[in-house]
């Protein structure tokens, strides 16, 4: 789901949520956040991105996997942070 929401300086705020199965394998990540870079990049909006990512143990704050992840979950982690 996507809302815009206009500003007074002229400029719109992209608001997204997105929900990913825990069995969506990485790549599936990767490519939504690589066509939603691609949307940022042709229309310079600014956006925020909310959801449930299903990656278990990840440390939102520092951006970091912890070393016990399982392999796949490794590659979801770095779908979402390159």
Excluded: C
């Amino acid at each position: 789901m996507w809302v815009e929401v206009p500003s007074s300086e002229g400029f719109s705020l992209l608001i997204s949520n997105q929900y990913f199965a825990p069995d969506k394998i990485a790549d599936t990540l990767k490519g939504y956040f690589g066509y939603l870079e691609l949307v940022q990049t042709a229309h310079n909006f600014p956006f925020l991105r909310l959801g449930d990512f299903n990656v278990t143990l990840f440390d939102w704050k520092l951006g970091l996997s912890p070393a016990i992840s399982q392999y796949y979950d490794k590659l979801k982690y770095e779908a979402i942070f390159p």
